[in-house]
């Protein structure tokens, strides 16, 4: 089974990242056919400084394989590593009607929040659509927000099909429910466009600030407190098995724990958590030569795939005469 999904790298990865997306990527890595990128390219859409993005896609990559991404037993690159993606966005973008564009939500918000229209923006989940299709993914791991992306993507797979015959396989969104959304500082979902996010990579110093930044209700110390309505303890649980979490349940029903307290603690779980990976990353990222023959490595194999998907494509639509 191959499953595919990729990250923009438009920012610094923050919790929400780890635990809805990276971690179970590293996971599938052990049973399944694992394809995983750094869209760089979609990034485009939000972020013109060149130089940002450049960085950006070294340390996203850094940061996967620093979190125990295998790149011997997974393919991993960077998607502008691999051109003809674009080749195949174009060959799609003739099969897509601007209808199914039009209705996707993803495109209406940031039309609505006041980012300019642009064709980027507009085409984005073409561009996704050839990342999935190129690969001939069968699953699809995503947030709820890319769910709509997944089922336009099979859209434009069928009617491909249906006139050339059977090129693509048509991928499934995954949408696990298990992994909750994870909550950012104000309690809305982990952001980096709400400014809210606790980052993976932070030295210590900035990230018990944005830990003690969490919000949390007036309840005096001495009080019992609802665990369910609270943030702190919401991300706290993220790294506790069922038992731990019911201990920390049992403290905040009974009173006398403070906010301050627990969010030290919280502090103190993520430093650890991430500190031995954080050594890795630096490494890596002091050795760019190393890394990106790393990641030439997993272009190579990704391309290889590619080329496959591609050769059969340009056959059929006839760019190959
Ligand atoms: P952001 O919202 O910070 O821009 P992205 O949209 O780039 O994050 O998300 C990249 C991946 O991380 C996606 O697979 C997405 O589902 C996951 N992800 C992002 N934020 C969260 C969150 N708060 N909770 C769970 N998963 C998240
Ligand atoms: N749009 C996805 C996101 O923002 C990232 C992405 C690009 C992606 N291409 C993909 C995810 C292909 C899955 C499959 O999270």
């Keep these: 089974m191959r499953i595919l999904s990729g ?3 438009s920012g610094a990865l ?5 635990f809805g997306m990276m971690q179970k990527m590293i ?3 052990e049973q399944e056919d694992l ?5 760089n390219y979609h990034a485009m859409t939000s972020l013109s400084d060149g130089k940002a993005l450049a960085r950006g896609t ?6 996967f394989i620093a979190l125990g991404l295998d790149t011997e037993k997974s393919t991993f690159w960077v998607q502008s590593d691999v051109p003809e993606v674009q080749e195949l966005t174009w060959f799609l973008s003739n099969f897509t009607p601007m209808g199914l564009l039009e209705r996707c939500h993803s495109y209406k918000d940031k039309i609505a929040k006041g980012i300019a229209a642009n064709h980027g923006l507009f085409a984005y989940p073409v561009l996704m ?7 001939q993914s069968n699953r699809v791991p995503v947030g709820k927000d890319q769910k709509q992306h997944v089922e336009v993507t099979r859209d434009i797979a069928i009617k491909f099909n249906n006139e050339y015959g059977d090129i693509f396989a048509i991928p499934e969104p995954e949408i696990d429910d298990d992994v909750a959304t994870v909550p950012g500082l104000d309690g809305q979902k982990m952001s980096k ?3 809210n996010t606790i980052d993976l990579f932070l030295e210590e110093k900035a990230l018990r600030k944005q830990v003690m930044r969490i919000v949390t209700d007036p309840t005096p110390v001495e009080d019992p407190k609802d665990p369910d309505s609270c943030n702190v303890f ?8 069922k038992k731990a979490q019911a201990d920390l349940r049992k403290r905040y029903e009974a009173g006398g724990l403070g906010y301050g307290e627990v969010k030290q603690e919280l502090f103190e779980i993520i430093r650890d958590k991430f500190e031995p990976y954080r050594q890795h990353r630096m490494e890596l990222l002091a050795d760019l030569p190393g890394l990106r023959e790393i990641l030439n490595q997993g272009a190579e194999k990704a391309r290889y795939t590619a080329m496959k998907t591609l050769r059969k494509v340009r056959k059929k639509v006839g760019s190959a005469y």
């Design 7 to 9: 990250i923009q790298p």
């Design 129 to 135: 659509a050839s990342d999935i299709l190129l690969y």
């Design 14 to 18: 923050h919790l929400g990242n780890y």
């Design 27 to 29: 996971d599938y890595q």
């Design 193 to 195: 466009s709400y400014g």
């Design 234 to 241: 919401q991300i706290y649980s993220l790294f506790l098995d």
């Design 35 to 39: 394809f995983c990128f750094i869209a």
């Design 58 to 63: 070294l340390e996203a990559a850094a940061s």
